[in-house]
């Protein structure tokens, strides 16, 4: 092989160095159009892509509230102190001091032919046993405890109870929140007898404001950024915790429960491992307050329940406040740093322009056909034009979990087909207008309990006219099967605009 001159080198170098250059500008120029193009698609498309990183946030982050746990090792003092029952009602009964030791509950009773029997407070296979107050202290002295502070829901519906033997309804959005929460909420408000907190006794009582009972409009309804005082909203009853000792699929497929339950709770929450660990150290658990949800005890013992089985039926005799979610509500918010706001007074719009929330299900078998969609979106886009509304149009399914919240908490009238997706009228401000669209002929009650609760105006949609409660308070009417027909929903689009319209003018200040 002939050797190279120094001058033909220095070429052969050169050009090598210029076949990197271009290389290298190749590179850059190819980097600047990647980079040029995907700014050019986060500005067209702002939105998309916020609600891109809001999902990621919901996957990976949760932000997690460091809220106090209230779990005291060795319950001191509480020797001295009985199991008292505070209500019974089915499937929502109220304790102070429950006590759970391996496989049993105990409720050590000075009068123990008052209190339930299991068959009224619980399922499933564990030990019920009412001892005499005096078995208490003895019991002390060769065991260890742990007290649950506070007030504790204790959910219990485990799936072998079910009647296909694998069916749990708190693995479900609806009925977690909308029947056994609210449900049990609404039993603790009316146990409003003051509650010492023992980790705490430097703040006395927690005393609870007495009920505005539903029938009443109170002045102190408002249309500003919630007020919070030491941590704690001012108006309702609130959970410590959640103890979910034995449900082992109470987090739905979506997602919804345990985002909304890390956001209200923070780690406070008790699941299998815990209480498991707590029975394999044999030690002796005391709630210190507890609701007991249970499913089918309130199907057993309430003619409600067992009609329309849904177990918050019972809940709706007691004489409970349309604010006593608010401290649960404003906790959410408040941890999602989204401002929970509250009425002037029930039925009233929070803004000068009320807000219409519709939420569609277009794209699933449960919906409007697509003329009638199109002319009830025409209208509502014409309420927004003159200025008589402001509209949000959604579909759950493309929003993080933080904007479903969000776009739910500042509604007026929330509009839609049947579907679980109503569930987030629990963050719409109460004394809000609800308007369920259901097929012809049928009907259940889900939403409308929850609107109950809170104070919402439910409006029960066949087609072209609002169903008033006395044509379906009996039981359930129709065929609940054809829901899930696929048959689009009827809807005549003339009336539902003159029923806005009407809702709109009531709402107004």
Not at 243 to 249: E, G, L, R, T
Request: proline share 6%; glycine share 6%; hydrophobic share 40%.
């Amino acid at each position: 092989m002939p050797r190279l001159s120094l001058t033909e080198m220095a070429n052969q170098t050169t050009g090598v160095q210029l076949t990197q250059t271009r290389r290298m500008v190749l590179m850059l120029v190819g980097l600047a159009i990647i980079m040029f193009s995907l700014f050019a698609l986060i500005a067209s498309d702002t939105d998309k892509w916020s609600r891109h990183l809001e999902t990621l946030s919901d996957k990976w982050q949760y932000a997690v509230p460091n809220r106090p746990s209230r779990i005291v090792p060795h319950c001191t003092g509480l020797e001295s102190e009985p199991t008292i029952m505070l209500g019974d009602l089915p499937g929502f009964l109220v304790l102070d001091n429950l006590w759970f030791h391996e496989d049993t509950f105990y409720l050590f009773a000075e009068k123990p032919e008052d209190m339930p029997d299991k068959d009224r407070a619980m399922s499933g296979p564990f030990g019920w046993e009412v001892r005499p107050f005096e078995d208490m202290p003895l019991l002390f002295e060769r065991n260890q405890s742990i007290c649950l502070e506070g007030s504790s829901l204790l959910l219990v519906d485990h799936p072998q109870w079910g009647e296909d033997g694998q069916y749990t309804g708190y693995s479900h959005y609806y009925h977690l929140f909308g029947e056994g929460f609210m449900g049990a909420l609404a039993a603790l408000e009316a146990a409003v007898e003051p509650i010492v907190d023992q980790s705490r006794p430097e703040l006395g009582e927690s005393l609870w404001p007495q009920p505005y009972l539903n029938t009443t409009i109170d002045s102190r309804f408002r249309s500003e950024e919630y007020t919070w005082a030491h941590g704690k909203a001012h108006h309702g009853v609130e959970f410590d915790r959640m103890v979910i000792p034995w449900i082992s699929d109470w987090r739905d497929s979506h997602g919804i429960n345990s985002f909304l339950f890390n956001h209200i709770y923070g780690k406070t929450t008790v699941e299998a491992a815990e209480w498991e660990e707590w029975r394999e150290e044999g030690l002796w658990v005391s709630m210190r307050r507890v609701v007991i949800a249970d499913r089918w005890a309130a199907a057993r013992y309430s003619p409600p329940v067992e009609g329309w089985y849904r177990q918050a039926l019972s809940a709706l005799s007691l004489p409970f406040s349309h604010l006593f979610f608010e401290r649960t509500r404003a906790k959410l918010l408040n941890s999602l740093e989204i401002p929970a706001l509250l009425r002037p007074s029930l039925g009233k719009s929070l803004r000068k322009i009320p807000k219409i929330l519709y939420v569609s299900r277009q794209s699933s078998n449960r919906k409007f056909t697509e003329q009638t969609h199109n002319a009830l979106m025409d209208v509502l886009s014409h309420f927004e034009e003159t200025g008589k509304a402001k509209i949000d149009y959604v579909k759950w399914e493309g929003l993080s979990k933080k904007s479903q919240v969000k776009m739910s908490s500042d509604a007026d009238i929330y509009l839609g087909v049947h579907g679980n997706g109503m569930t987030h009228q629990l963050w719409m401000p109460p004394g809000g207008k609800v308007v369920e669209c259901f097929p012809l002929d049928t009907f259940t009650r889900d939403y409308q309990i929850i609107a109950e609760f809170l104070g919402h105006d439910h409006h029960l949609i066949w087609g072209n006219r609002v169903v008033p409660q006395t044509e379906w308070d009996e039981g359930q009417a129709g065929d609940y099967s054809s829901i899930w027909s696929g048959r689009p929903i009827p809807l005549d689009v003339d009336f539902m605009r003159n029923l806005l319209q009407n809702l709109l003018n009531e709402m107004i200040l």
